[in-house]
């Protein structure tokens, strides 16, 4: 199956791998170094590893640097980088619970993270739908079911769909397709962010308070019944090891599903989907290795806090910066010359609706920070959770309203109703009659989760 050949066997030569890591971290230093410098760069709210993804892109440009930056090898980091990255997040002990009452408010956002997603998945299908049946033929109908993957999922799973579209349906570029995509979708959250909350200041809307830096507390980085120092093990080397004792359980997984001999059919839809799902599947494993500690821990056969917050947190930083970077590296300029149009009417539509909903729904369900929840979701829902908190740091620095707390807390929610999305994307590339079945029922999704979301207006006029 190529979409595993591609992710998980792959030859590379060390003096290949050196020579492009080599080139990937100083493009990264130079991005950061511009982004502190150039004043324009700095208040444009670029990460870094963004700038350093476009300079790998220049570079490719020579002869010299195409030959030795591969699409490949970029590819391969940015698969694994999400899974891993993922995977720190989510072996981190839960954060104290919200405050009583709030469960509204973060259910809301979980409601409006799913409802974006499915608005984009709409209008992304129906633009590549009408563009396959008039004068772009050779288009596969359900690629644009990517568009909400790019914009509000990211580089990795973008990545991921991209090639299981490419190598398994025949979308041709499917991969710098969709890396395309998640990297437009980056530029939108920080620019169109970025000229939100300059619009809105000149409007009295957003005031700015004190933006003087804080200090990191020592209870952030540590607890009384973390490996003490003086340990032979090293704390870092311990989160490590967790992460990937994790990612070996989740090959074994992916290894075992794709060795399967299940016919013509699971080898089309199922195991590409399994390869894809990398992340989640990490996920999984990740509770379940938290859960068991937290039983060692009930029972006092475990007395030591193994999983360090801070230290995963680092590394989860370095992961998804790496697979921004490696994302954007992987892009192939040439093979999207044929899809300019859906690409651009995917995005201009995509970075619109997005706008549109996010807010008018923040101004519903969070009447009290509309600004602070608006530029928190749509950062997340265009970028990933990391532009969604870059946004927010410029308006509410100390995080003094809920929103940064609705951000975390929402994912159960957003995980709980956007589940049956990522069944549908195995089965909307089967054909148009497929992708249009697809629309049809994320239409119906759309509706009724907006009559949830909407509960208290919808169900009170009823009553009236």
């Not at 979409?3 to 130079?30: K, P, R, Y």
């Not at 563009?131 to 580089?155: D, E, H, W």
């Not at 839809?269 to 390869?275: D, E, G, L, R, Y």
């Amino acid at each position: 199956m190529e979409i595993w050949q591609g992710f998980w066997e792959f030859s590379i030569g060390i003096d290949q791998m050196m020579l492009q890591l080599g080139i990937m971290i100083v493009a990264f230093l130079i991005g950061n170094m511009l982004r502190r410098k150039v004043g324009f760069i700095r208040k444009s709210l670029i990460p870094s590893s963004i700038i350093g993804g476009i300079i790998i892109l220049l570079l490719k440009i020579f002869p010299f640097f195409r030959n030795i930056l591969t699409k490949e090898f970029m590819e391969v980091i940015t698969y694994h980088a999400l899974g891993l990255g993922t995977i720190a997040l989510s072996l981190k002990a839960s954060p104290k619970g919200p405050a009583k009452g709030r469960n509204k408010e973060i259910m809301n956002a979980g409601l409006i993270t799913v409802n974006s997603y499915l608005i984009q998945g709409i209008f992304g299908a129906l633009i590549t739908v009408l563009l396959a049946v008039t004068f772009m033929k050779g288009l596969l109908p359900a690629s644009g079911l990517i568009l909400p993957l790019g914009f509000g999922q990211g580089s990795g799973q973008a990545l991921s769909w991209g090639t299981i579209y490419e190598t398994e349906w025949g979308f041709t570029g499917g991969a710098s397709f969709g890396l395309t995509v998640a990297a437009i979708g980056f530029l939108v959250a920080c620019l169109f962010g970025l000229t939100h909350i300059i619009v809105q200041k000149k409007r009295g809307k957003i005031v700015i308070g004190d933006q003087s830096d804080a200090l990191v507390q020592l209870e952030e980085f540590t607890s009384p019944n973390d490996v003490p120092l003086t340990e032979s093990v090293d704390r870092f080397t311990i989160q490590m090891a967790l992460i990937i004792l994790v990612y070996f359980l989740t090959f074994l997984t992916i290894w075992g599903v794709v060795k399967l001999d299940a016919g013509n059919f699971v080898d089309k839809t199922v195991k590409p989907m399994i390869v894809g799902f990398n992340f989640l599947i990490g996920t999984f494993f990740a509770i379940l290795v938290r859960k068991v500690f937290d039983a060692l821990k009930k029972t006092n056969l475990m007395t030591r806090d193994y999983p360090n917050n801070y230290l995963l947190n680092r590394i989860s930083g370095f992961c998804f910066d790496f697979m921004m970077l490696a994302g954007i590296g992987a892009i192939q300029i040439s093979v999207l010359k044929g899809l300019l149009v859906p690409l651009i009417l995917m995005c201009v539509v995509g970075t619109i609706i997005t706008y549109i909903y996010v807010y008018k729904a923040s101004e519903y369900c969070f009447p009290g920070y509309v600004e602070e929840s608006f530029l928190s979701l749509f950062g997340m829902l265009t970028g990933t959770y990391s532009t969604g908190i870059i946004l927010l740091r410029e308006v509410d620095s100390k995080f003094e309203t809920p929103a940064a707390n609705n951000l975390i807390f929402q994912a159960p929610y957003a995980i709980m109703f956007g589940w049956p999305i990522f069944l549908l994307l195995g089965y909307a590339p089967m054909g148009l009659k497929e992708t249009l079945i697809t629309t049809g029922i994320l239409i119906v999704l759309f509706l009724g989760f907006n009559v949830l979301l909407y509960r208290d207006k919808v169900f009170k006029k009823k009553q009236a």
